[in-house]
């Protein structure tokens, strides 16, 4: 079949106009898939961060950290899996987004902010997808595991020894009392709460101890600060804001990511 001059041109039309149609489109589906993957991404860093912070009691200043012992006491990494490098940058799969750029990392008190500048590589404009880790309740979850310790051993301690040999109301001198009669295998770990504060006597002033407290625990309720991380909304899988109580932050398909624009 032979087809006109005519013909072939509006063919031609026709087909440069659906092109013309399916590139937004698939741009926009590339750039949505970059960005959920990226979501996906900064909530295994977080979660990797956690478990950096309860070995080295610090948050990771960089990626690497997470990859490689940075030199702290106590670091057990790898903390993240599977590494594997990213054929553009020569990074660390992990160091960067799924445009192949770096992750920022910013730590303030105990918040750690991983941030990607999304798809227009600027940081700090609505394109950007965040992530907040507050290890408050790293703090939190590990004190009051302690202090149930150390008050069950108040306990059986005061039910022995009471009369005899009170408990002080001075939690260094109260601990070796616990340790010296058994009630405690060694002092090491029991001399301060989850922010290196010494417990207190609970109600203050009491004689004898019958109770510790956390002064780190008073401190956060008083601020308000229960630790999260914090997601919020973003393309078409993330709805609103999401903070809970162990840090993990996931909402329906969101990831626990904050995620602009």
């Not at 079949?1 to 063919?11: H, K, Q, R, S």
């Not at 009630?183 to 922010?195: E, I, R, T």
């Not at 903070?243 to 995620?259: I, K, L, T, V």
Request: proline fraction near 4%; hydrophobic fraction near 40%.
């Amino acid at each position: 079949l032979g087809f006109t001059l005519i013909e072939m041109i509006v063919a031609i039309a026709i087909m440069a106009v659906l092109v013309g149609a399916a590139v937004p489109v698939t741009s926009k589906i590339l750039t949505y898939q970059a960005r959920k993957a990226t979501r996906t991404e900064l909530q295994t860093l977080s979660d990797a961060s956690a478990e950096f912070f309860r070995d080295v009691r610090r948050l990771p200043t960089s990626i690497g950290e997470l990859l490689v012992a940075p030199g702290d006491n106590g670091w057990s990494g790898p903390y993240l899996p599977g590494v594997v490098t990213d054929h553009v940058s020569g990074q660390s799969g992990y160091e960067v987004d799924a445009w192949s750029r770096g992750y920022e990392l910013d730590v303030a008190g105990d918040v750690l902010t991983i941030t990607s500048g999304g798809e227009d590589a600027s940081v700090g404009d609505a394109t950007d997808i965040v992530i907040d880790l507050n290890v408050t309740w790293i703090r939190r979850e590990e004190t009051l595991a302690e202090m149930k310790v150390l008050n069950q051993a108040i306990m059986l301690y005061n039910g022995q020894y009471q009369l005899t040999a009170p408990l002080s109301t001075n939690w260094s001198v109260a601990l070796g009392q616990l340790v010296t009669r058994g009630m405690l295998p060694s002092s090491a770990g029991y001399d301060v709460d989850g922010w290196g504060e010494a417990y207190v006597a609970d109600p203050a002033g009491m004689a004898p101890l019958v109770k510790v407290a956390s002064p780190g625990i008073a401190a956060a309720d008083e601020s308000g600060s229960n630790g999260s991380n914090n997601g919020g909304g973003d393309d078409d899988d993330d709805n609103g804001n999401n903070n809970n109580g162990n840090g993990n932050g996931n909402n329906g398909n969101g990831n626990g990511n904050n995620g602009n624009g």
